[in-house]
């Protein structure tokens, strides 16, 4: 028992990491489609901008906002994984992206279809990196935070919590002048529901593991069926 509990945790672990590579990958995949980003990455773009920083930087003040809202309300969702994904991510975003735009050049000079091609791969990307860092259960990011910690106060689906979250930052990108493109309505009402079929389906059964907040979203379900 003891062995199979050491085996369940290094998947957790190695979940996580790859997990927050893959959601690095997915966001460089938004931005170089040129169509919007995922809805925290545009607006963490855009207060980049406005205020002249470097986005990775930006990235980081932001988490540290965050943070502190998931620290008075969501301590058990602090982890390793909490500063793996809030301190590299935006600068492992830059790397990707940098790569994309060497190799393939900026995407609309393809077309509107290529554009939208991207942005679907990133969505699907960028969800299943999502949903591996998630159920390792080994911390969250501050930003992901705050869709689970409105599920377990609202006791609602997680993908409604994670529509409303995002809903917002579009909005405040929007609001701010920022890009809110195809790209980011559809991570904005997408990205939710299929991080919970990655979740399922994918995240659970690969690393043999369910956190507890999904256990508790999933009895609800089974007793209003």
């Not at 301590?75 to 600068?91: P, Q």
């Not at 910690?149 to 920022?178: E, P, V």
Request: aromatic content about 12%; charged content about 15%.
């Amino acid at each position: 028992m003891k062995m199979k509990n050491n085996r369940v945790l290094l998947k957790r672990y190695v979940s996580m990491v790859i997990g927050v590579f893959i959601i690095s990958i997915g966001i460089a995949l938004f931005k170089e489609s040129h169509l919007g980003n995922d809805p925290i990455s545009a607006l963490n773009m855009r207060i980049a901008e406005i205020f002249g920083i470097p986005y990775g930087f930006q990235n980081l003040l932001c988490n540290i906002l965050f943070f502190l809202i998931q620290f008075i309300f969501g301590r058990k969702y602090i982890g390793a994984g909490t500063f793996v994904n809030g301190i590299l991510l935006g600068y492992i975003v830059s790397f990707f992206y940098a790569i994309l735009l060497r190799n393939f050049g900026p995407a609309e000079e393809h077309g509107l279809i290529v554009q939208i091609v991207w942005a679907a791969v990133a969505v699907v990307v960028t969800s299943l990196g999502v949903s591996l860092y998630q159920t390792a259960d080994l911390g969250i990011a501050p930003y992901d935070y705050l869709s689970l910690g409105l599920r377990d106060k609202t006791k609602k689906h997680y993908f409604a919590c994670r529509m409303f979250t995002d809903g917002i930052c579009a909005l405040g990108t929007f609001l701010t002048g920022g890009l809110v493109g195809i790209g980011t309505l559809i991570s904005a009402f997408g990205l939710g529901p299929v991080v919970h079929f990655f979740d399922t389906h994918v995240s659970e059964k690969l690393i043999g593991y369910t956190p507890e907040g999904e256990k508790e979203e999933e009895a609800r379900d089974a007793l209003k069926g």
